[in-house]
Nanobody, 121 residues
Framework: QVQLVESGGGLVQAGGSLRLSCAAS????????MSWYRQAPGKQRELVAA???????NYADSVKGRFTISRDNAKNTAYLQMNSLKPEDTAVYYC???????????????WGQGTQVTVSS
């Protein structure tokens, strides 16, 4: 089985910073991409940032210039550095990994449990 473990969420004041971590473990043959999503109360889950093995990244317009996604391919770990946090960033943040558990398995998406980020005014 594949397990994604997240950490780094918490309560922070507006303008502050947090760094989220997501470590994938278990049966992993190769990881194609890792990404971060978030879901605020009453809203749909949205893509925040994504990164592929080659290093290409993609960001939501609302976080561009403030958030940075990175990845340690050897450790199958993704990070999300969040700076200049705003109250509207408050949400549950979820890590996603697209990977092959074995060479014979198809590509599949795996999710972390989610971590709460709360930004106060």
């Amino acid at each position: 089985q594949v397990q994604l473990v997240e950490s780094g969420g918490g309560l922070v004041q507006a303008g502050g910073s947090l760094r989220l971590s997501c470590a994938a473990s278990g049966s992993i043959f190769v990881v194609n991409a890792m990404s971060w999503y978030r879901q605020a109360p009453g809203k749909q889950r949205e893509l925040v940032a994504a990164i592929i093995t080659g290093g290409s990244t993609n960001y939501a317009d609302s976080v561009k210039g403030r958030f940075t996604i990175s990845r340690d391919n050897a450790k199958n770990t993704a990070y999300l550095q969040m700076n200049s946090l705003k109250p509207e960033d408050t949400a549950v943040y979820y890590c996603n990994a697209r990977l092959k558990a074995t060479i014979l398995r198809p590509w599949n998406d795996y999710w972390g449990q989610g971590t709460q980020v709360t930004v106060s005014s």
